[in-house]
């Protein structure tokens, strides 16, 4: 049948060719929707699949770690019941009844001995000088002793004659060459005397000393010895 055929039908009026390019076009895009649906819903199979999977592996590595756990409790549960099964009984021993410790009579000490007593303390006596002796009163004259005076090398009668005009008797004897007669001053009388000497003459002193002296003789009874 042509196309001009179908349009010169009346009693088909309502029924146009020009709509069945339409249903061709969609007849067309169904299979191209379905095969799109197709591959979304492998998509989703896949991802959905992939999400199990970790969700599977997940579960069995918590399970894995608890079975670890449980493992590593019950074992040493198990060997702290072996060790505490091993360890042998506590065995109580009775500690031995002391022995009485016989009583013994302390045995008396001697007394300790007394310190020797301390040295007495030592005392520093200063013993006085010796008194000075009394000088020896000279001779009384007529006696024939004489006294030594202090320069040691003449002599007096007796204490009427002084030391000082002996002195100077026998300074003037020996600076005029040992004369037999000489004047002396005598500081004591402020007066000169005549002495007339002679000798050797052996006189005696006082302390008991004898020896060989000149004599010298004057004045108003005096008697001098140098020597």
């Not at 199990?52 to 549960?77: D, M, Q």
């Not at 006189?203 to 140098?226: H, L, M, P, S």
Request: aromatic content about 6%; overall charge negative; glycine content about 6%.
């Amino acid at each position: 049948m042509s196309d001009n055929e179908i349009g010169d039908d009346p009693s088909d009026g309502e029924t146009e060719v020009a709509e069945v390019p339409p249903e061709t076009q969609a007849a067309v895009e169904l299979p191209t929707l379905a095969a799109q649906g197709v591959a979304w819903s492998l998509d989703d199979a896949e991802e959905d699949h992939s999400r199990s999977r970790w969700r599977n592996r997940l579960v069995w590595a918590v399970l894995v770690t608890l079975l670890c756990a449980i493992s590593i409790a019950v074992g040493g549960f198990s060997m702290e019941l072996l060790a505490h099964r091993a360890q042998p009984p506590a065995v109580t021993v009775a500690a031995p009844r002391p022995e009485p410790t016989p009583t013994t009579t302390p045995t008396p000490t001697a007394a300790p001995a007394p310190p020797p007593p301390s040295p007495p303390p030592t005392v520093t006596v200063h013993a006085a000088p010796p008194p000075e002796l009394p000088t020896p009163a000279p001779a009384p004259p007529g006696r024939g002793r004489f006294i030594v005076c202090p320069s040691g090398r003449d002599g007096v009668a007796s204490a009427v004659t002084s030391c000082a005009f002996a002195d100077n008797v026998r300074r003037v004897y020996y600076n005029q060459g040992q004369p037999d007669g000489l004047v002396a001053y005598s500081p004591v009388t402020d007066e000169s005397y005549l002495m007339q000497c002679f000798g050797p003459y052996r006189a005696t002193f006082t302390d008991g000393d004898v020896q060989d002296v000149v004599k010298c003789v004057g004045g108003n009874d005096a008697e001098v010895v140098v020597w």
